[in-house]
């Protein structure tokens, strides 16, 4: 899963998939704009097959907690 | 449609029923399925909504309804029923606090709370603390209320009849209240000619409360009988794009960005495919024109979407002008750096570098606050936009600033933060910028941009943030240059419309 957001990272911002982390901030290290941060979302839920809950995500700010959200997400859907 | 015909909004419902009837006026994403209503439909339900407050609140009664919701058909006939019938709406922000719904409610003495069911748990607290809220109406129940009541022929709504009272977000201070008129909106939607036809589709992508989307999007299409298409989500605006192919789409600059980066993405994937090609495909195949409104839109970024094929206009406006006081002319391809040509019936003065605007589109004032009214309205009719700018030989507007975060220098000179801010657009290691007088110091606060915070040391970034400064200061006058940087580690406080906060603590450390 982190391997398809890294690559689906790439589609926003000029940044070298190898030099992402868990620990990469989305909008502070990454350089997201808050839509681009929004619209990630959308291509995730297609990627994963699963439904984003817009009231869930104001505590996703790195790569690492949108994966562990993603995770959380097909456990319950 | 015949502009004389058309009074107040209950009108261009009649008129636009009687004219495009059986064609689809909205379609949106209910459970995941496309619903659609046709203009007649439309105008049947919004006569039910409006027999229902006559029968319950009386038809002299004019009530105030709020609402508040995602883009929807329900929030649609709640509008509208309330409207048509001589009443008064609310659009509340969707993104508001429990907090600040409740104290909207109570400011704008709203009778009914019409919500989208997501609002639901919030209701329990929004009736402690709103007493003379009558009524809560969910949208999951319009359909009962719908299939209940019988449709009731709008009375005359007089031209003057208060329509609405939109609270302004703002970048600073409270949220006032602006009273627009049935002829303020329908002046705004009838000022311009052949925008479009009944053969466009519009994807409606921005909040539906903000006049910007309500006038160009909804009154627009019931004016020039387009399709007008929801988005159900900020994060599924490319899923849309695909679904409903729109030909117009109305966006905020942040939009353009992220769909810029992902039309570069794509075609570098695909180096063999002109890039006007992807675009198109992105965009769903078959948009022509773009318009840009909200914030400023960087005249290199207008130029690229040209160059890719479509028309990309940017436009600029207030909420106390319902909103729109220029519009762009798509065909113009110059990207001057201009807001574009004023509109029709609109006429622009500057004072002191200010621009004021006298038109039927001037909202009638700010709901009972007669001191923030006096200061928005000359006693002769112009409205104060508070912008800096001019207006040049074309009729072209061009902004250069807010006038209330002029930095007035000890010498006496102005200098507007806007105009330095922009200036450093171009440079790469700025994220964003906020320009501000500090004990009389012009003082630059950055956040520098990503890509620069990844590929370079601290000190590296420091030294191209003042590099970039001496060189923005080369521009000015030596009494407007900044002369204090300070350089922060985490963003900006931003408005729910992503504009930057202006009045902030300080967080940054100083560099120089």
């Not at chain 2, 009108?11 to 046709?38: H, I, N, P, R, Y």
């Not at chain 2, 621009?355 to 006693?379: C, Q, R």
């Not at chain 2, 420091?462 to 350089?487: F, M, Y």
């Amino acid at each position: 899963m982190l391997e398809k957001i890294k690559e689906l990272i790439c589609n926003y911002v000029e940044v070298n998939a190898e030099d992402i982390t868990a620990d990469s901030r989305f909008i502070e290290d990454l350089g997201f704009n808050s839509y681009d941060f929004i619209s990630m979302l959308g291509d995730l839920e297609g990627e994963f097959g699963v439904t984003v809950d817009e009231t869930e995500i104001a505590d996703v700010h790195t790569v690492g907690e949108a994966v562990k959200y993603l995770s959380s997400l097909k456990e319950r859907q | 449609m015949n502009k004389n015909e058309i009074i107040s909004v209950a009108d261009l419902v009649k008129k636009s029923a009687q004219k495009f009837g059986g064609k689809t006026f909205l379609k949106e994403l209910v459970k995941g399925e496309v619903s659609e209503k046709t203009f007649g439909e439309f105008y049947t339900d919004v006569r039910k909504i409006y027999g229902y407050i006559k029968d319950k609140y009386g038809g002299e009664k004019q009530v105030h309804t709020a609402v508040i919701g995602p883009s929807s058909y329900g929030w649609l006939v709640s509008w509208f029923g309330t409207v048509c019938g001589g009443s008064t709406a609310v659009p509340l922000d969707a993104q508001l606090s429990c907090e600040d719904i409740c104290e909207l409610l109570v400011r704008s003495d709203t009778d009914i709370f019409c919500y989208d069911p997501r609002y639901e748990k919030m209701i329990p607290a929004v009736k402690a603390n709103c007493p003379n809220v009558k009524e809560y109406i969910s949208f999951a129940e319009l359909s009962e209320l719908l299939e209940k009541n019988v449709p009731t022929d709008f009375p005359d709504v007089p031209a003057d009849r208060l329509a609405a009272i939109v609270y302004t977000s703002g970048t600073t201070g409270k949220s006032k209240g602006v009273m627009l008129l049935n002829s303020n909106y329908i002046d705004n939607a009838m000022c311009q000619d052949n925008e479009s036809t009944p053969d466009d589709t519009v994807l409606s992508v921005l909040p539906i409360h903000h006049i910007y989307c309500f006038t160009c999007d909804i009154l627009l299409s019931l004016r020039y009988g387009s399709t007008l298409c929801f988005n159900d989500s900020m994060m599924h605006i490319p899923q849309n794009l695909k679904r409903f192919a729109p030909t117009i789409m109305l966006i905020v600059p942040m939009i353009a960005e992220t769909m810029y980066k992902q039309i570069k993405a794509a075609a570098a994937a695909r180096p063999e495919v002109p890039v006007a090609m992807i675009a198109q495909s992105v965009f769903g195949g078959r948009l022509k024109t773009i318009y840009s409104g909200g914030a400023y839109l960087r005249p290199e970024l207008q130029k690229a979407y040209i160059e890719m094929g479509f028309n990309m206009a940017q436009g600029y406006g207030m909420t106390e002008c319902s909103p729109r006081i220029s519009t762009a002319d798509p065909a113009d391809k110059e990207c001057a750096g201009d807001v574009g040509v004023i509109v029709n019936g609109c006429t622009v003065k500057t004072v002191d570098g200010e621009i004021l605007v006298k038109s039927p589109s001037v909202m009638a004032g700010y709901y009972k606050d007669e001191t923030e009214t006096a200061e928005a309205l000359t006693p002769d009719g112009w409205l104060r936009t508070g912008d800096l700018g001019y207006v040049d030989e074309k009729n072209r507007v061009f902004i250069t600033g807010r006038k209330k975060n002029l930095i007035i220098l000890s010498n006496g000179e102005n200098v507007s933060p806007e105009e330095l801010e922009n200036k450093f657009a171009e440079y790469d290691v700025v994220g964003d910028v906020l320009v501000y007088s500090e004990d009389s110091v012009i003082t630059a606060e950055f956040f520098p941009a990503a890509e620069a915070a990844k590929n370079l040391s601290e000190a590296e970034i420091e030294e191209k943030l003042l590099e970039a400064v001496d060189r923005v200061n080369k521009t000015v006058t030596s009494a407007k240059a900044i002369r204090r940087v300070l350089i922060r580690d985490s963003e900006f406080e931003k408005t729910t419309s992503k504009k930057i906060k202006r009045r902030q603590s300080v967080q940054g450390r100083r560099i120089r």
